[in-house]
Every structure is written in C-alpha cells, then in structure tokens.
C-alpha cells in the first residue's frame, strides 16, 4: 500500500536527485487504486522470474525498471512474445547483461503479456494556462500522425472522459470497427479515470507521465507501459488559482465623472477623439479633459492634472505615454479613484523597460485599489448609461443601442467589428482589455455573471491569463444561466507569436483549450463571425432541446451548403414523416418539396413560410427551425416581419439567414426586430444552431 | 508478353463468366509494364514451389489465386512468413486441401515474401461523373479510419502522382517519419504510374482495381496484393465525353429582342417580375410579352403566341407551366428561334412524368437546334448589355455595373448573392441554370472563356452533368489565361440528396472531384464567400508568384485569426529581415513592430500604410502583400485612397481586408474603385491570397 505515502515517495525521489519513478512503482500505485496493470512483479532472481511466468502463464514480457533510465528500447531493455521457460532464461541473462552497462542499478520486472488490441495513450501534464491536465489520445502506429488527441483539467469526472474518449476520430476504433468486437469501453473509462486520480495526487510533483500505451481489449482495458517524469522541484500546489475579482468594475461603464489625461485639441489624434466621444454624445456623466497645455477642449474646460479638478472623479482614461503610468496611479490612489482605463500601447508587446513598466503598474494596482482595464486597448462601451472611450469618431462607428449582448476582448479590432454588427440587436456592455494588466476576462465574466442586463457573454481569446480563473468564471455564469461564447486565435505556432507580440499573451496550445473550454460548458466557435452569431442567436432565442434540425427555403442552394456543415456541427437533419408531411402535402402545390429540408420554391409567399413553421413547430422531432429568406424573390411578400413576429416568442428556437445587398439586410434587421435573428453567411447559421443545441445540453436545468 | 492482349482476356474473361482477373495474371501485365512486383509464380507442383523458393530464397508466401475466389483470408488461402521447406511443405498442403472447396480450380501461388513497411493503397474505378480515376491513399490498420485518400482522373502523368502522394496526410509515413529511413519515393511514383496505365488500357472493362497493400520500402516499392473487378459488359469508351458547345450561347447575353412567355399583368408574380426587369429599366432590346389574355402589360403591347409577334424574337423567356416546354420548343424551331430561358421549376427535381417532360425537352432540343438555359432557375444577366430576366425586382435586388466576373451557378440565390456582392467590382455576365437539360457548366465555361469582356469565371457546382466535359473547358479556359474558381457543395450524403431533390443533380463523392479539379487546375474554395473572394482578388490584381504573404494592420486580431489559417491554405509568413526591417525601424516610432506580421497600431496613419506596402512591395521575399484597415480608427486618414491607387497597379498581388459596418464598406468600396480589392471577412481573405498563388501557378507561362 502506498496512498498518502505518494508525495513523500516523490519528494524523495527528488532529494535523491530522480526524476523518474520506476514503471514497477507506478503500476503498484495504479493497482493499489483498482487500476487494471498486468500481474507484474520484480524479479531478483531468475527463479522468481520462471516461479513468476509460470504462475500468471505465459507469454509474458521482462523489462528493465530504474528511476533513472529514459529510453528502455534504447538500450534493448525489454523482452516480448517470452513464450516458454527457455525463451525466459535466455531473456533473463540478456537483461542482466543490459543492466550491468546501465547506472542506476535497474532490476528485472516480468509481467504477464496482454495480447494486441485497439490502442489509446494516456498522459498527464502540468500545462502553463491551465495547471494539471488528462490527455486521451488514439495510440498506435500512427499517434503522431493522427494527432487525434483530447483534454481536459484535472479532476475529472467518469462522465467526462467518455466524452473525451467518444470526440476521439479513434473513438469507432473502439467500438469496434469493420466487424472487429468493441472494446470493453467501460473498463476504459475506469482506467483512465483512475490514472486521473493518480494525477491530482502527485500533482506538485508533475512534469508528465505517460501511459503508452494503454491496450483496451474486449475483455477490459491494460496498462502495458507507464512512466511518470518528475517537475525538478515541487510546486505550492498547482490546483490553486486566483478568484475572478469584481470590486470597482462598475467604476468602468457607469462612471458619474470621467477625467480624460492626455485629452488632446488637435482632431484625429486619439486623445481628442476620445473626448468627443464623452462630450459630444449620448454619455451624460461629467468630462473634465486633463491637458497642462490647454484652458479648453471642444468647449469643456481643461484642467492641468487630477488634482486641479473640481471634484474627484469615478474613473480616469489615460491616453499620454504608458511610461507616466505608475505616476498616475499613485495620485489616482491618493484621490481614492479606484478606475483606470488605459488606451496608450507600447507595453509588454515591446518587452525590455516598457514591460517593467506593466509590472510596476499591476502590482501598484492591488497595493492601492486601483483596478486597471488595459493598456494597449480600445476601452469600454456601455450600452445603457452610453458610456464609451473608443477613439473611433460616431461618423465611423455609429453606437448601437442597448441590447443583451456583452463582448469582452483582447483585441480593439474585434471589439469594433462586434459593435457596428449588433446595431439591430444592441449591446449591454463592451470592453477590450488589451494587455491586461489587471482586470482580465475571468474578472470581466464574473462580473457580467452577475449584470442584469447582460444574458451572453462573447469572448475573443489570443491567450489567458489565468487558465482555471476564465474556466471558473465561465461555469458562474452557465450557472448563472448566461452562455458564454469564445473565439480562440493563436492557434498555431506563428499566429500565437504573433499574438505575444500584439498583447503580450502567450496563446499555448489549442488542443488543450479546447478541451478545457469544453469541460466548464463554454461554447466554442471557429470565427468571430460565428462568435457573434453564436452570441445573437443565444440572446434572442431559447435553448434547443436536441441537436434535431429543420430547414426551409425559397432558394435551396445555401440549404446544401449547410447540410455539408451539419456533421461536423453535431446537428442532425431531421426526416419529416406522418403529420407534418401530410399538411404540408395538402396545403402546397405539388412543386413545393416538402421533405427535409423543405423547398418552398421561388414561388414561396410569406403565408407559405409561416404555414410551414407552425407546422415545423408542432413537430416533436424538430428541435430547431431553420428558415433562410431569399427575400429577393418577389412573391416573398412582406408581411413576412408581421407573420415571424407571431412566431418569436415560441419555446423552440427559430434561426433565420438571408444572403445578399441591401434590401435583405433591411428585411433581416426588421425581422431581428421583432425578435428573429438572421444570420448572413451559412457557416455562422450553422454554428449558431450548433450554439442553440449546445447551450440546451449545458445550461442549468430548471 | 500480354500488351496488346490485355483487352482480349477481359472479354475472355466475361465471355466465361468471370468477373476477376487473377492475382497472378494482374502481377504479370504489371511485370510486364515496368511495375515492380515482387517475384512469384504458380506452381503447379510442390516440387515447383520448392524449387522457385529457394532461387528467389525465404521468406516467401503462398496463395490461392482464381477468376472466382473474392475472399482469400475467408478461405484461409493465404499463407505468410514460410521461412523454411518444411513450412512450405504444410503450407502447400493446406492450400491444396483448401483448393478443393473452393470452385474455379483455384491455382497455388508463390512469391517472395515483401518486408514490413509503410503501406500504400492504390486503385482504379469508373467514376459516375469523371469516367476511369486513379485513387492513391494511406494504408495499414487505420486506413478506413483516415480516409486519407487523392483521386486524379486517368492518364496521370508522374509529377501528379507524386502531387497525389505530397497532398496525403501519410506523406510524412514516406518521408520518413520519427527518424525512420524514408521510403523510395521516386520507385513509388512510377509503380502508381504504372498501375495507372493498365488501368487506362482495361478502362472498358474495368469495375475497380485494388492494390493493397503496396509497400514503399526504402529500397522500393513493392505491389503486395492486386486484384481487377471487371464490369459486367464492356463499356465502349470510358474516355470519351462530349465537347462542350457554344454555338448559339451568345443569344442569351445581346438578344436584339425577347420574348416572354407566360408574361403577367399581376404584381408579385414571376411572370410580371420578369417583364418588368425587361422593360423598365437598362435593357435596350425589344421586350414582346406573349400571353392570350392580355392586351398589354406595362404599356407593352402583349401578343397570343410567339406566331403572332412581328418579328422573330432571338430569345425566348418561359414563365408558363413545364409541361408546355416540348411544344414551345417545337414552335420555337419552326420559327428559327434559338434559345430558350426556361424559369419554370416543377421538373426532374419531382421524378416521374415530370422528369420526362424534361427528358423530352433535352431530346428536342439538340434535334431542332435550340439551345435551352433551365427550367428551375433565374436565367441571365449581361453586366454591358443590361439584359436580365431575374423575377427579383429591381427594388430589391440592384443590379451591378459591368465588371470583369462572370458566375455560372445551379443556385439562383447564390447568383444574386453574386450580383449584390459585386456592386463595386461589377459582373460579366452571370448565368443560373438550375436543371441545365441543356446548355451546362461545361459549355458555359467554354463560351466565357471566349468572352472578351470576362476575365475570371466563378461557378457554383452541386453536381456535374459532365465531368471531364466540364474539366476540359476549364483547362481552357486556364488557358486563355482565365481562372475558373469551384464551390462544390452536396459533399456529404444528405446533403448530396438534398441536391438531387433541389435539381436533381447527383452530387457524388466529394474527393473524387477534389482530385479531379485540382488536377485541371481550377481554383477550389469552401464557401460561396471564398468563391466570391477569390473571383474579386483574381479580376482585380495580379497572380502571386509565390505563397509568402506579408500582412499589415492598424490592429492586429484580424491578423492572428489570418495566420490560424495560413498553413491550412498553403500561404508562408515571410521573415522581414535587412533592408525592410532597417527601412521601417528608422522610419516608425519605436511602439510599430516591423515584424511579419507588421503592427502599426492604432496611431497609424494613411501614409504610414503606404510606407509599409511600398516597403514590401520592393521587397523580394514577399509574393502576396496583405493589408488589413481598420477604418474605423481615427488617424488612419482618407487619403488612403489616392495613396492605395497609386500602388494598385504594381505587378505584386495586394489583397485589403476590412471589417465592420457602414464607413468600412464604403472606404473598401472607395478602395475597390482604385483597384484594390477589399475582402470583408477574415477567412475570405485568406483564401482569396491563396486563390492568387493558385493562380500563379497554374496559370499559363509567357
């Protein structure tokens, strides 16, 4: 028995100066926690080994156990397919012979062979965003090839990794393929699970253990090589993480009083943009412009510093030089402002005395109370109060009104392009955090967890700044019953460079986000495009039940196109039978198509789409309704707003797509008035239906 | 010595009842070819075997081989690994005894045996829509699961082989994989070469070919297994296609004048749509309603029947019930009338008497002489003559100025998106044709080729009506120096029948026609937004005369989310380095990063950006420049648009990219208007660049 003995059986492994733990240990461990490893032992003797072999029956297979040998076929130092006592001694001796030219002194473990099976790989590592994590991957000659591999964070659950092992392209390798018996998927599960629980425990301990691989056979799953490599020194414990922080954040979209430094009289540069933002429109807190050099910008009287100012303002938005950053914080912190907003770049991103700087100003921020949003960013938006830094001038980006959608993200771009979109649907709150140097989007999620007039959260990510923070944070808000929906970049090697030298973050690698995201029940997209279409249909629609689709159109061309996506999105056509096809049949003339997806033709009236809604709606195997409006087609009348209107409020979503110039996009910005998004591209519809499903099977059930 | 005779032992073959070439017969043609095939013969005594075993030496194995047996591993007649006489002698006995159970006096086969190594697959088959292909594809245990597979239609020449070979996931196998020896690829291509060419000789007879495994050793490549499935009768020339026909094409571009048939006075229905596109707006021909119950339709005159017109019309629009089609046509001829426009729907896409309807059609058609765009589709548009017969009124749909585009498409919807799209860039000529009973894609590509006024061809494919008609009008397209650019959907099944039923085109397997539009050197792309994308980019700019991009932005997202996708798409990021790098450091404040990616941030202006791509533009590592504007930031100023044409006719691709809402559109159609094309979606542009590098390589040389 080892239990609570593991952390000290590590720790002096360490002292001792090993970094490995024998394979023999390892499986001991395995077994002591019901884990299935071979009938294994050390042999000291020869004669253990044939008592040994001919106990558990042969073949068996020896090998060479050290903790401090890397590459066991390296230096020959295992034996398979040993099918008799004299293939055994001969074995044995070769063994022997390997081990005297080895250091470290490697003893002779024999365990009973487990024949060829379907093969999986097992591993754990400590991973830089996200602490401790599982890795499943389809073992087997192709492993690196194949690159099919899944994650998740430690602990995890039975439930869990099944999911992980059935996302797997070698997932029908275990179930059985071309007529091969399936493997014994449930000992499976039990076995990596159990390598799982192994995991937290040595946690502190952890550089990677593999488990390769792993043979899951009808009769049960086997470990038949395991390997744990050492951290060189332990760590505090690397389940911790910070909290997500909500204090002041309110300070940043509903400020009584907004002091702009830097604000600037020449038009076009940033500064002066960012006044007119705040002076010029809807926000109608107070605006002091802070400028030594000035008695009055756009007509407001300037102040040469926060401490001129008439009265002590909520937040303050800093457009000079990143390096006067420290400087503005401390005399922030002497006023008791507790908000800062900075737009100035040139931080981390340039590395050298411009990223001490950040550092300088992130742990003044927790010393005095001051809670920072950037640099290097575009600010914040607040669709309500109308609240807004950007140093985009209305005539380039017009405001859009109050809505449900919040966005929060690393890059101002996207923040825009999130804006100008949602003129129809509106914004509850924006904020592009830039650098981060203190409030990042784990304290952005809780916050907006808790906003009453946000229902989605959409997120672009180049890289974390807390892994287990974000996730923590995204599981209060599924909790809270707010989606949250995420754009990750920086998914290969150069593009998560690039990333590192725009904001500094450092992207990783996406296998594991993805796995991570998938497990707290965030909602992942491949395209900010298919973010904020995610995002809209969330915000307008309910939850889909199942991933069961209907279509219908008066142009069948994008309705293809779509149903190439549907596999790779998890949905499913499905087949109309019985009722719904018997009204429609007698309804319609017979040139309308009235399988799934439904051909309305070219000559389709906005009568015609609401007949085949109701009964779509009706339909207990549909579980969301698709119609694509080629409002093009003159007999598509419009009383198709008025008709849709009546169909909004439905329990069943309803997710419409339109294609073309201006005209369809006046028709779908009506219909998503009256409360049916239209999305306007088909992989975005696609993906937003797949957000509607996935959202049905991770929200709270009430 | 087979040669010549190979047709003759098929036929044999199939006279006698026979439906398989045996395995032994296979590997001497190829013997015969060239193709390295390991030694072996039948032997007809044990003595035989014995004897040839110990020339070629052990390990060999055995087989049964026949022109009956499908299964030999169901019938235990295969024997592997003899490594001595006394195993051959028990393994010829097996066989012999397993002979006798088997009908067709099956004969014992022994050949060297081939050690174990990287596996191949190679096959041959009859395609539905490309006549005879050869498949290429990844073998060993996973191979089902991989789907790893390259098709190219038949003859191939070995620089597309070893084209099929790089574009395999398993390409990595061969090269050497984890510091294994790298295969013989050289002896590989040629082996599939050789395949290739028996396969175009047995073409007639042939229902599909396997050879698997092939094994590419590091010394050769080796056919392990082969085996020929013939056809039930011989197909009398699988090459053959027809040409494609232009005669007669011009007429539904500049008809002097039109004819409706099934013109309608009533608002809202198609017939009256189309009269009003015809009459009220750019088109200067003569518009002749025909329809008995009217007088005059829009102040038209309106005439009984196409005999009672005042003149011969050379165009015919029918709006009236399929059905009429065959005696229209008819009456069409009788006239000398050449073409016909059919927008009815209600045809193949229903079956039954409908579908013949069609067939007759078809029929009437080539013996009478009229050609036949439709039924069940939007018809034509001229960008200079101004012709179009769309029932989307002009309030809905603008149409576009004339432009360099042309688009054919099944899809009428995805057409107008066409349309819409191009209000900057202008169309050609575009075409829908929905059911195509006569006039397809492959003609229409031929005639555009000869269009003077096009000079790109972008088409929408769900199905083909002939396949290697439509790839010997692209390639002449490609030319005539015209890209042609496919979005092929209906990939999977259900999508694929969704096709069918919307016009009634079989889609067929996606990686067939991958393979075949890759080898004629068209342009692939994976929505109809890319197809768009890259149709602009290509009308618009130069080809690349490379892959190396180089990106700038005054905001980086966009720019991390481009470089996810550039491995995808084939693109590289060129390193900036020496004169580039010092040029840009000396001219930019020190927070612009002057690396590829260049980052000029928020604070940069319209001559920063010409700066940079005038920079890049000399610079001789980058093929493609790639500048992303956020419009939306104020410093970036509106003289970006004099300063952009003044570069927009460098002999170097530049490919723009901007998101957002009102102001960005309008500054990239500015743009658009000077020559830069302006993509508004991340992963469209990318795409796009990718479509220019294409192009530069398949394009023909000067």
């Known amino acids: 028995m080892v239990d609570a003995g593991l952390a000290e059986v590590c720790r002096e492994t360490l002292a001792e100066g090993g970094l490995l733990i024998p394979e023999n240990?390892?499986?001991?461990?395995?077994?002591?926690?019901?884990?299935?490893?071979?009938?294994?032992?050390?042999?000291?003797?020869?004669?253990?080994?044939?008592?040994?072999?001919?106990?558990?029956?042969?073949?068996?297979?020896?090998?060479?156990?050290?903790?401090?040998?890397?590459?066991?076929?390296?230096?020959?130092?295992?034996?398979?397919?040993?099918?008799?006592?004299?293939?055994?001694?001969?074995?044995?001796?070769?063994?022997?012979?390997?081990?005297?030219?080895?250091?470290?002194?490697?003893?002779?473990?024999?365990?009973?062979?487990?024949?060829?099976?379907?093969?999986?790989?097992?591993?754990?590592?400590?991973?830089?965003?996200?602490?401790p994590v599982l890795m499943v991957g389809t073992g087997g000659t192709y492993t690196d090839l194949l690159k099919d591999v899944a994650f998740r964070t430690l602990p995890v659950t039975e439930t869990e990794v099944l999911q992980m092992l059935e996302g797997l392209q070698g997932w029908q390798l275990l179930k059985g393929f071309r007529g091969a018996p399936a493997s014994n998927v449930d000992s499976l599960v039990k076995l990596v699970t159990g390598i799982a629980k192994l995991g937290?425990?040595?946690?502190?301990?952890?550089?990677?253990?593999?488990?390769?691989?792993?043979?899951?056979?009808?009769?049960?799953?086997?470990?038949?090589?395991?390997?744990?490599?050492?951290?060189?020194?332990e760590l505090p414990d690397p389940f911790a993480f910070e909290r997500p922080r909500t204090d002041h954040l309110g300070g940043f979209f509903d400020p009584a009083s907004v002091a702009v430094v830097g604000a600037s009289a020449s038009p076009g540069k940033i500064g002066n943009v960012?006044?007119?933002?705040?002076?010029?429109?809807?926000?109608?807190?107070?605006?002091?412009?802070?400028?030594?050099?000035?008695?009055?910008?756009?007509?407001?009287?300037?102040?040469?510093?926060?401490?001129?100012?008439?009265?002590?303002?909520?937040?303050?938005?800093?457009?000079?030089?990143?390096?006067?950053?420290?400087?503005?914080?401390?005399?922030?912190?002497?006023?008791?402002?507790?908000?800062?907003?900075?737009?100035?770049?040139?931080?981390?991103?340039?590395?050298?005395?411009?990223?001490?700087?950040?550092?300088?100003?992130?742990?003044?921020?927790?010393?005095?109370?001051?809670?920072?949003?950037?640099?290097?960013?575009?600010?914040?938006?607040?669709?309500?109060?109308?609240?807004?830094?950007?140093?985009?001038?209305?005539?380039?980006?017009?405001?859009?009104?109050?809505?449900?959608?919040?966005?929060?993200?690393?890059?101002?771009?996207?923040?825009?392009?999130?804006?100008?979109?949602?003129?129809?649907?509106?914004?509850s709150k924006m904020v592009s955090y830039g650098n981060?140097?203190?409030?990042?989007?784990?304290?952005?999620?809780?916050?907006?967890?808790?906003?009453?007039?946000?229902?989605?959260?959409?997120?672009?990510?180049?890289?974390?700044?807390?892994?287990?923070?974000?996730?923590?944070?995204?599981?209060?808000?599924?909790?809270?019953?707010?989606?949250?929906?995420?754009?990750k970049t920086g998914r290969n090697e150069r593009s998560a460079e690039a990333a590192v030298s725009h904001t500094g973050a450092y992207g990783g690698s996406y296998e594991v986000y993805a796995g991570a995201l998938e497990q707290a029940g965030i909602i992942t997209t491949d395209s900010f495009h298919e973010l904020f279409g995610a995002c809209k249909a969330l915000a307008m629609q309910p939850a889909a039940a199942g991933p069961r689709a209907a279509m219908l159109s008066n142009g069948a061309g994008p309705m293809v196109n779509a149903l190439d996506l549907f596999p790779v999105r998890g949905l499913e056509l499905v087949t109309l039978e019985g009722e719904s096809v018997t009204k429609m049949r007698d309804h319609f003339s017979f040139f309308y198509l009235v399988e799934n997806p439904v051909d309305v033709t070219g000559s389709a009236s906005a009568e015609d789409y609401e007949f085949v809604i109701r009964t779509l709606l009706a339909d207990e195997k549909v579980d969301i309704i698709m119609p694509f409006f080629v409002f093009q087609d003159t007999p598509l009348d419009e009383s198709i707003v008025e008709r849709m209107e009546l169909l909004a409020g439905s329990d069943k979503p309803i997710l419409g797509c339109a294609i073309g110039g201006d005209y369809s996009r006046r028709m779908s910005a009506r219909l998503e008035a009256v409360g049916i998004p239209v999305m306007d591209d088909v992989t975005q519809w696609v993906a937003a239906a797949a957000a509607l499903a996935r959202w049905g099977k991770v929200k709270p059930k009430k």
């Open 25 to 131: 240990t390892v499986k001991e461990w395995l077994r002591d926690r019901g884990v299935s490893v071979p009938p294994g032992r050390v042999a000291d003797t020869l004669e253990m080994a044939i008592e040994f072999a001919r106990k558990v029956s042969y073949p068996v297979v020896m090998k060479l156990v050290s903790d401090r040998m890397l590459h066991k076929t390296e230096v020959r130092g295992v034996v398979v397919g040993i099918e008799d006592e004299s293939a055994l001694r001969r074995a044995y001796h070769r063994l022997e012979d390997a081990a005297d030219m080895i250091p470290g002194a490697p003893e002779i473990y024999v365990e009973l062979q487990v024949p060829p099976g379907p093969e999986v790989i097992v591993g754990l590592q400590n991973d830089e965003h996200f602490g």
């Open 200 to 233: 937290v425990e040595i946690a502190p301990f952890l550089d990677s253990a593999d488990f390769n691989p792993v043979i899951a056979l009808p009769g049960g799953a086997w470990i038949v090589d395991a390997k744990i490599t050492l951290a060189r020194e």
């Open 274 to 427: 960012v006044v007119d933002s705040l002076v010029n429109h809807e926000f109608k807190g107070k605006v002091f412009p802070v400028n030594p050099g000035r008695e009055e910008i756009m007509g407001v009287k300037c102040y040469p510093s926060l401490e001129a100012l008439p009265e002590r303002p909520d937040l303050v938005v800093m457009v000079v030089d990143l390096a006067e950053g420290p400087e503005l914080l401390e005399r922030m912190a002497s006023l008791e402002i507790h908000n800062l907003l900075v737009i100035s770049g040139g931080g981390k991103e340039l590395g050298g005395d411009r990223e001490k700087v950040e550092e300088e100003m992130a742990a003044l921020a927790r010393e005095r109370d001051v809670r920072i949003v950037g640099p290097n960013c575009i600010g914040a938006f607040d669709g309500e109060t109308r609240f807004d830094s950007f140093f985009y001038s209305h005539e380039r980006v017009a405001r859009p009104p109050a809505g449900k959608m919040a966005c929060i993200t690393q890059s101002g771009t996207w923040g825009c392009a999130f804006l100008e979109w949602a003129r129809t649907t509106g914004v």
């Open 436 to 487: 981060r140097v203190d409030v990042d989007e784990g304290d952005l999620i809780a916050y907006l967890s808790g906003d009453p007039s946000t229902s989605v959260i959409g997120s672009y990510v180049e890289g974390l700044s807390g892994g287990r923070k974000f996730l923590a944070a995204a599981k209060g808000a599924a909790k809270n019953g707010k989606p949250v929906v995420v754009f």
